[in-house]
């Protein structure tokens, strides 16, 4: 076994698995997996730089991973930068801080490898399931990006396009610096439209109708299969692996999309930092399922992280 740590720092969050990995069978064990909402993308949509403020809350968050992967003795230390980071002008800082804090650089990955990494951690243990067939196609609904895969065994088509619940939040249902409580009919139209014109740009390349089972990754999808199934709290085990129908999943970003900040904010297994952009989210996974015609979303909490993870023991051999 081989004791690895990994971090994902994305639009909207930074995540840490802690887990042993059998680098030749692949089993992944487990020790630490948590979420810290950063924002780092706030408004990097609008200004092409990252805040300060938002740089500062994500070096809050390294510090106190750094002292975790320290506890638990892990061997190696892979940290991958998405979205945010990739769009940044002043990414530089960004390197920099993480640098100092956690001694290794970030990697600010292309949205292919973002890609290839999504797979990967999500379809490992589904490979075997009698009940899914594939080919898979694997969304990851993260906050400045959603990543498109479609694979077998292998990874055959990815495409990266910026449709995320923070990016669509921030150019579609913000005025005068605030979440609109709740969004007009011409705004959700328009967001609607963006996303659907993403849709387009990633059939281009990527056979997304070509998928017998869907496979759906990251906050927002996690957060409406706990909406769906009316947890008292966020429940990791009772969400991996569940399933949730389109007709659900409507219902769901219906509601979320005319309901206001106090009664999202309500909502038992809602993490504080989604309540704003959730709706968001929700309707680019409506949009997906539509448009292929997928009946329903496996939902997956193993993802980009599990796959960072696996990369990590494979570089250990």
């Given at each position: 076994m081989t004791r690895v740590a990994a971090i994902d720092c994305g639009t909207n969050s930074i995540r840490l698995l802690v887990a042993d990995v059998d680098p030749e069978t692949g089993e992944l064990t487990e020790l630490d997996r948590r979420m810290t909402i950063v924002r780092l993308g706030q408004g990097v949509d609008r200004t092409g730089r990252l805040a300060p403020e938002a740089l500062e809350r994500t070096f809050a968050a390294c510090r106190e991973y750094a002292e975790i992967i320290t506890s638990h003795g892990?061997?190696?230390?892979?940290?991958?930068?998405?979205?945010?980071?990739?769009?940044?002008?002043?990414?530089?800082?960004?390197?920099?801080?993480?640098?100092?804090?956690?001694?290794?650089?970030?990697?600010?990955?292309?949205?292919?490898?973002?890609?290839?990494?999504?797979?990967?951690?999500?379809?490992?243990?589904?490979?075997?399931?009698p009940d899914l067939h594939r080919p898979f196609l694997v969304v990851d609904i993260?906050?400045?990006?959603?990543?498109?895969?479609?694979?077998?065994?292998?990874?055959?088509?990815?495409?990266?396009?910026?449709?995320?619940?923070?990016?669509?939040?921030?150019?579609?249902?913000?005025?005068?610096?605030?979440?609109?409580?709740?969004?007009?009919?011409?705004?959700?139209?328009?967001?609607r439209a963006d996303i659907e014109a993403a849709l387009d740009h990633a059939e281009e390349t990527v056979p997304l109708r070509e998928a017998h089972t869907l496979v759906g990754l990251a906050g927002s999808v996690t957060t409406v299969s706990a909406i769906a199934q009316d947890l008292p709290e966020y429940d990791s085990?009772?969400?991996?692996?569940?399933?949730?129908?389109?007709?659900?999943?409507?219902?769901?970003?219906?509601?979320?999309?005319?309901?206001?900040?106090?009664?999202?904010?309500?909502?038992p297994s809602m993490h504080p930092g989604r309540v704003d952009v959730i709706g968001a989210g929700a309707l680019v996974l409506l949009s997906i399922m539509e448009r292929i015609g997928a009946?329903?979303?496996?939902?997956?909490?193993?993802?980009?992280?599990?796959?960072?993870?696996?990369?990590c023991a494979a570089e250990a051999r």
């Open positions: 892990a061997e190696r230390l892979r940290f991958v930068a998405t979205s945010a980071s990739r769009d940044a002008e002043n990414r530089d800082a960004f390197v920099r801080g993480v640098l100092d804090i956690l001694g290794v650089e970030p990697e600010v990955i292309t949205g292919d490898q973002e890609a290839e990494f999504s797979f990967t951690g999500a379809t490992r243990e589904l490979a075997g399931r993260g906050g400045g990006s959603t990543e498109f895969v479609v694979g077998d065994d292998h990874v055959r088509a990815a495409r990266s396009v910026d449709v995320g619940c923070v990016r669509m939040t921030e150019r579609h249902l913000v005025r005068d610096g605030a979440v609109t409580d709740p969004p007009s009919e011409e705004q959700i139209a328009a967001m085990e009772a969400i991996h692996h569940s399933r949730v129908s389109r007709d659900r999943v409507r219902e769901i970003t219906e509601w979320l999309l005319r309901s206001t900040h106090a009664e999202r904010a309500a909502v009946e329903e979303v496996v939902v997956s909490e193993h993802d980009i992280l599990d796959g960072i993870a696996h990369s």
